[in-house]
């Protein structure tokens, strides 16, 4: 285990700490290549040491004492923007497209079975980020520049017996906030980055019987102090015409942003070579401090995949579906639909994988994965009675390096 740590944590610091750009809201698909392969997929499959955070009891099912996982995700939105007859109307805000289109994405892991009934992990995690870039492209677009990342780092510990595991995964996160962009008087606003650091958990259970696992997983809210970030960002665009974010009419002044919770259930089948597999989770958006101010809506996310595994070489495949947590918010005003459509556009909801694994020997093999998210329109109401677009399409590849032994 002590060798397996060592990997894990040099492989977490030659990666470092880079942005996301995430698909379901803010929420990454899957955090390696088997997962992402297979349309997310993981809470009643195992995926090895990668299941620490999809569902820790899967750990369990390692096919060796130790493994390690070592691989990374370069993501590539593609988010246009343009808005019509708004308060920015004097300028041009036709379609113009974010220059935030390439990032990298970490993912560490490994897991170790200690005896018969317990098992443990380590890693390190990109889960979750979005933002945009519209420095260059005037003041229809506010010059609007938006920065979200987070970055867990989770020890899976894991009992098991008798096909039954419970697994749980305590975690410190790392979040990361800047929002910058250029007010109607032509003025910079922005107090530059935000940085907190907070603890959650994941806990998991996992049943097999035969052919047949099933599994269930709730993973914790975890907040972050974001200082004065978004009051700074919000309390310029308030009063007079363009209205209040709170009710009362009072500016904005929550200073917390959490990560949400989620709770989820899994089943998979397997039929000699191939394994079919469907997750159903929930996104608890509307209880997540500053989401829900912005009217996110809670989401339901259904994932199926397929695996067909012919020992030296394997195929995957999957489907992932969840109605965007950004809507239309019809408050007569539309300061918050403008906020999602131009710095938080979390709009994403179909998304086709497939991908594979190869190995070289029995103690190593890559995984590799491609994630395509359809493109999504929506249009959203924005202050003087204008309307904002959004399309937001995805392409996502992944290579992850296994090690066994």
Do not use: C
């Not at 390439?102 to 079975?113: D, R």
């Not at 317990?118 to 938006?146: K, P």
């Not at 987070?150 to 017996?161: D, E, R, W």
């Not at 959203?380 to 992850?400: C, F, R, W, Y």
């Amino acid at each position: 285990m002590k060798r397996s740590l060592k990997l894990a944590v040099v492989a977490a610091l030659a990666l470092g700490a880079t942005s996301a750009f995430a698909t379901n809201g803010s929420v990454m698909i899957g955090t390696g290549a088997k997962a992402r392969a297979m349309g997310g997929t993981g809470i009643g499959v195992s995926h090895g040491a990668e299941s620490a955070l999809t569902n820790p009891a899967m750990i369990s099912m390692i096919k060796t004492d130790n493994e390690v996982s070592i691989g990374g995700t370069l993501f590539m939105p593609n988010v246009k923007y343009s808005a019509k007859d708004s308060a920015f109307g004097m300028f041009d805000a036709s379609e113009k497209k974010s220059d935030a289109d390439t990032f990298v994405i970490p993912a560490v892991s490994a897991a170790s079975k200690v005896n018969d009934n317990f098992y443990m992990g380590v890693g390190i995690w990109g889960t979750s980020g979005l933002g945009v870039d519209y420095r260059d492209h005037g003041a229809g677009h506010m010059n609007m520049v938006t920065s979200l990342q987070s970055m867990q780092f989770g020890v899976p510990l894991v009992y098991a017996q008798d096909g039954f595991a419970i697994g749980v995964t305590p975690i410190v996160q790392y979040t990361s906030l800047d929002i910058n962009y250029m007010d109607m008087g032509g003025n910079d606003v922005g107090q530059g980055q935000a940085t907190d650091i907070n603890f959650g958990f994941n806990v998991g259970v996992k049943h097999t019987i035969d052919d047949i696992t099933v599994g269930a997983v709730y993973k914790s809210k975890i907040k972050a102090d974001i200082k004065d970030q978004l009051v700074n960002a919000m309390v310029p665009m308030e009063g007079g015409p363009m209205g209040f974010v709170n009710s009362d009419n009072t500016p904005y002044s929550n200073t917390k942003l959490a990560s949400p919770a989620e709770l989820g259930v899994g089943i998979s089948y397997k039929l000699g070579e191939n394994t079919f597999a469907f997750d159903y989770k929930r996104i608890f958006w509307s209880e997540a401090d500053t989401y829900k101010d912005f009217k996110w809506h809670d989401q339901d996310v259904f994932a199926l995949g397929y695996e067909y595994d012919a020992g030296k070489w394997a195929a995957r495949a999957g489907y992932e579906y969840g109605k965007s947590a950004v809507r239309n918010y019809n408050d007569g005003v539309g300061l918050i639909n403008m906020f999602n459509a131009l710095g938080f556009p979390g709009t994403q909801e179909h998304h086709l994988t497939a991908g594979g694994s190869y190995a070289f020997s029995d103690k190593v093999s890559i995984d590799g994965a491609l994630t395509y998210g359809f493109q999504s329109k929506k249009t959203l109401d924005i202050p003087m009675n204008g309307k904002a677009t959004v399309k937001h399409s995805e392409v996502g590849l992944t290579l992850q390096l296994n090690y066994n032994f």
